[in-house]
């Protein structure tokens, strides 16, 4: 208890502090916004949730971090895990996904349950246990004294998330598939009866959702590290971002993985390490403790 | 018909008692069959029957285990020391203490269980479908965090519970004898459960949850019974678990929401929701694949296991019992007439 009030105060005597944990919030969340960014996609348009969404993270960091121990440049890994794990979406789409849409969406996320599962296991076998990450040779900037150590490598994954983020809206807002996905998004029949071609809408938006992660992921690989079953905790994450900024709502979703990146980080600066995934857990618990709140001043329930 | 069910039921009984004995070297795989057997039950008696599909039923076991540890070391020694000592050798347990502690704390796991089911259900009942299984899968996973960051309770390091004061095989069949009653009484609760009035209510909660709210049934009040129950006997199985472990740490043995808190559901999707038969069912196919892949496998058996995670919720979601009913419907009591077949077809 002595230790958590004397994080608290710490916060208080240096302002500084509060800077650098916000700084690194915002960091870990524009990835994180990345992946729920995905979810929502998949869940708007097809109503299937996917709990495998994680794993799609890491299996693309450890595309970058595989072309990076065969010599090719880490930056080049971006693009190249866009993609690969385009492709790996598309196949899962064809195998699995296709087959859930229609049902009950107990039947998407176990199935996708299972999907992360395997995906984890083949990970490990194929890469080993161990955590692996790609170093950067960048300098670290130093503001407030060395107080801020902002390592230029952060910085590069940062930007990166920003364009692939940039780049994805754009794409809904002009092209003709981000319409034809918004059209299916609204109403499915009524995009039918208009002539689009459904199903190619659907494995489209599942491969493009797997390509952001797998891009998210190859940023993750050059700034922290990765382990074969580190896929939950971006899943986890994914879902507290999701549910607290609702379907279809991107402001909202950066904001809140933003947010949650942020609240994230001084969890762990205020209770210890240790707390860091309970923190998140927790989080998903409250949102959905206050939407139930909401929700019951009309008499209804979160469907 | 009713002769041929007392035989089967008769059969299945003995072969309970005589199982143990006859296959000696798979005491403990038996006696994980019946833990097996009661989660999917009880995970049934929401998922099937009352259409709440809850991923963290696993924190039932889980905190029954600690419930259980807690009151058997707590009625002998202070729990602080014990733990820190990470049950270090010093610390003795007479017959007396050991059996008097395991059956006061399994009894308390299951109430303890049932206790927290309520609170929980309170916070998360107004949720419904998927959102339901997430909350309920955040409450098992922050509540494994939790417990493990508690040093009180031994935090990552976990419990070192004493070992079964008489030899080892009479253990094994001591504790497939204590998962057997209790799965027995698990089968037989909820046999007698469904052909009840309350058995009505719940079926009609997941058929159309506000028409049974309109139709006068206190809908929230059905729910959290129908949990606190599942939850009492998810409760004792693992009150019974971490004296047959005898050692056990959070987030791999009690919370383990990966393994045991999906393969229930897994269980129950393989053998039929809904249906009295389908989670024992289930259990065994499962089990018995889980156990071949182990020994055949090693290496493949966890992608093994979520390919038929996949296949069975993705191509196979009747399960036996479902596919059992479609293609023998006399076999279930379900008459069809002749004459309405023939104009059918």
Sequence with gaps: MDQILGNIGLLFEFPVVNLKIILDGIM?????????????????????????????????????????????????????????????????????????????????????????????????????????????DYDVLYFFDGFIDVPIAKLIGVLMAAALAAGVIIFMKSSRMGQAIRATAQDARAARVMGIDTEKVYAFTFSLNSAICGAAGAIIVMVWVIQPFYGISYSIRAFVIVTAAGLGNLPGVIAAGLGIGALEQYGAHIFGIGYQQAIAVLLLLLVLLYRLIQQRRNRQVLK | ?????????????????????????????????????????????????????????????????????????????????????????????????????????????????????????????????????????????????????????????????????????????????????????????????????????????????????????????????????????????????????????????????????????????????GTLWGPVVGAILFHLFKEITWNYLLGWQWVALGALIVVTVVYFQDGVMGWLEHKRPEWFGIKIEKKVAEQAE
């Design chain 2, 1 to 273: 018909m009713a002769k041929n069910k007392t035989i089967l039921y008769a059969l299945i009984l003995a072969f309970t008692f005589i199982s143990p004995f006859a296959f000696p070297d798979f005491g403990t795989q038996l006696a994980t069959l019946w833990l097996m057997i009661i989660v999917s039950i009880t995970w049934d008696m929401t998922g099937g029957q009352m259409g709440y599909n809850s991923l963290g039923n696993i924190f039932f076991y889980g905190t029954g285990m600690y419930v259980a540890a807690l009151i058997a070391i707590g009625l002998v020694y202070d729990v602080g020391d014990y733990t820190n000592a990470a049950g270090g050798g010093i610390y003795k347990f007479t017959d007396l203490q050991y059996f008097g502690g395991m059956f006061l704390g399994v009894l308390g796991a299951g109430l303890f269980c049932s206790l927290s089911a309520v609170v929980i259900g309170l916070l998360t009942f107004g949720l419904r479908g998927p959102y339901f299984a997430i909350g309920t899968l955040g409450v098992a996973i922050a509540a494994g965090e939790l417990v493990s960051n508690w040093d009180w309770v031994g935090g990552g390091q976990g419990i070192a519970l004493p070992v079964y004061p008489g030899d080892l095989d009479t253990g094994k069949v001591y504790f497939y004898f204590l998962f057997a009653a209790v799965g027995v009484s698990t089968f037989l609760f909820v046999k007698w459960l469904y052909g009840t009035r309350f058995g009505a209510a719940i079926n009609a909660i997941r058929d159309d949850e506000e028409k049974a709210d309109a139709m006068g049934i206190h809908t929230l009040r059905y729910k959290l019974y129908t949990w606190a129950m599942a939850a009492f006997f998810v409760g004792l199985a693992g009150g019974i678990s971490a004296f047959q472990l005898i050692h056990f740490e959070p987030l791999e043995s009690a919370y383990q929401t990966i393994n045991l808190g999906i393969f229930m559901v897994v269980c129950v999707l393989l053998g039929g929701k």
């Design chain 1, 28 to 136: 870990v969340g524009a990835l994180f916004a990345l992946a729920a960014y995905g979810l929502a996609l998949v869940w708007g348009v097809m109503n299937v949730k996917n709990l495998a969404q994680g794993d799609f993270v890491i299996s693309g960091g450890y595309v970058s971090w595989w072309l990076v121990q065969h010599g090719f440049p880490a930056l080049l890994g971006v693009p190249i895990a866009f993609v690969v794990m385009w492709g790996v979406g598309w196949i899962i789409y064809k195998l699995v996904i296709s087959r859930v849409i229609e049902r009950d969406l107990f039947t998407s996320l176990l199935a996708t349950f299972g999907l992360a599962i395997m995906m984890a296991q083949i990970l490990n076998l194929m890469f080993g246990s161990d955590t692996q990450s790609v170093d950067l």
